[in-house]
Structure formats: structure tokens, C-alpha cells
Antibody, heavy 122, light 109 residues
């Protein structure tokens, strides 16, 4: 059974940093691209970033480019999102999602975690 | 890039069929056969319902079907059931990102 478990969310002041993690199990982690998708309270889904199976290809939404960094550790079956210079508009539930293929961008996200909440507020 | 356009809400009675549209451009929906649909119940994670326009993952009811014409994709749910009440999101591959629609709230009357 595929499982994706996010952690690292919390309350953070504007301008500060936070690092999210996603622990994956139930599939061969290094065979697939992985992604972060966020959902602001009461709003829709927004793709944030994706990383290919070997970290050779990475993409970011314009809204986070230059501030967020995605990475993965295939030996630990883990995905990360380093978020710097956080803004109030980054407040959202952040989901880790498995791509259906090796590469980014994703055509299909076939499994999702339950999300970790990031709140940016003073 | 702008989000894909979906109606904010649709409704139907049990047993009826409904269709949710998802309109993009030739750079996304119209340019690739890579449209997906996700179902999200309140407080839950999204669940993949349709991928590559019209394919159903294992375990998804055949009451759910997808199609595409030009720059508009559609999700049809037939034999509407109470458990289908949820938010539905379309997404499309683009050359640089994954684009989502704004979401459609389905109400089963």
C-alpha cells in the first residue's frame, strides 16, 4: 500500500524558513517523480514543485521560484521542501504527491498524502 | 499561467448524470492528452479519478468517465450517488508545470 506522510508544518513568522518532509513507502521511491501541491484554506489546489526520479529535472511554480527548494533522498525514501522568505500567502495545507512517471512536469499525481499545515503569520 | 476554468458548482439528483467542464488553452488541455480529474471530500486528500483524459485507475467506479474536445475536458458522473458529493478538480500537463482548475463543488440533491 502506497503511503505518503508529510511533516514539518507549523506556525512561522513572515520572512522566516521552514522545511517540510515527506516519508514514502509501499512503492519503489526512486522509480517516480515526486511533487508538492498546496491548498490555501477554502481554496483550490496549486502545484508548487516537482522533482524527477534522479533529481535531474526540477520545476517550480512562479509563485515560489527563488524562495522554495525541492529535494529528495532516494536512500531514505524521502522528499523535502525547503521554504525560505515565507509570506502570508504561502499559508496552506501542503500535500506530498507521487507522480505516475519518472519525470516532471507531472501529467498525473496518483497518490497523495494527508498534508501538513503551514501558517505564516506574525 | 492561469488556472484552468471550471464551474464553481454543479448539482444533480441521485441516479442522474452530471458533467463538469474544464477549459484551458492550446498550451495545456488542448495541446496534450494529459488531463486528470481528482475528487476531494471535505478534510480529505485529493483522490485520482481519471487520468490521460479518459482512463480510470483501478478501483474507481465506471460511473466516472472523462473526455476532451479541443481546449475543453469534461468529467461525467452517471448514476449519481450521495457519496459523489465532493469537490472535483481537473489538471493538465504543460511543458513547464502542472496546472489545476479552480475546482467544482458537486452537490447531490
Amino acid at each position: 500500500e502506497v503511503q505518503l506522510v508529510e511533516s514539518g508544518g507549523g506556525l512561522v513568522q513572515p520572512g522566516r524558513s521552514l522545511r517540510l518532509s515527506c516519508a514514502a513507502s509501499g512503492f519503489t521511491f526512486d522509480d517516480y517523480a515526486m511533487h508538492w501541491v498546496r491548498q490555501a484554506p477554502g481554496k483550490g489546489l496549486e502545484w508548487v514543485s516537482g522533482i524527477s526520479w534522479n533529481s535531474g529535472s526540477i520545476g517550480y511554480a512562479d509563485s515560489v521560484k527563488g524562495r522554495f527548494t525541492i529535494s529528495r533522498d532516494n536512500a531514505k525514501n524521502s522528499l523535502y521542501l525547503q521554504m525560505n522568505s515565507l509570506r502570508a500567502e504561502d499559508t496552506a495545507l501542503y500535500y506530498c504527491a507521487k507522480g505516475q512517471t519518472l519525470v516532471v512536469p507531472a501529467a498525473t499525481l496518483d497518490y497523495w498524502g494527508q498534508g501538513t499545515l503551514v501558517t505564516v503569520s506574525s | 499561467q492561469s488556472a484552468l476554468t471550471q464551474p464553481a458548482s454543479v448539482s444533480g439528483s441521485p441516479g442522474q448524470s452530471i458533467t463538469i467542464s474544464c477549459t484551458g488553452t492550446s498550451s495545456d488541455v488542448g495541446g496534450y492528452n494529459y488531463v486528470s480529474w481528482y475528487q476531494q471530500h471535505p478534510g480529505k486528500a485529493p483522490k485520482l479519478m481519471i487520468y490521460e483524459v479518459s482512463n480510470r485507475p483501478s478501483g474507481v467506479s465506471n460511473r466516472f468517465s472523462g473526455s476532451k474536445s479541443g481546449n475543453t475536458a469534461s468529467l461525467t458522473i452517471s448514476g449519481l450517488q450521495a457519496e459523489d458529493e465532493a469537490d472535483y478538480y481537473c489538471s493538465s500537463y504543460t511543458s513547464s508545470s502542472t496546472l489545476f482548475g479552480g475546482g467544482t463543488k458537486l452537490t447531490v440533491l
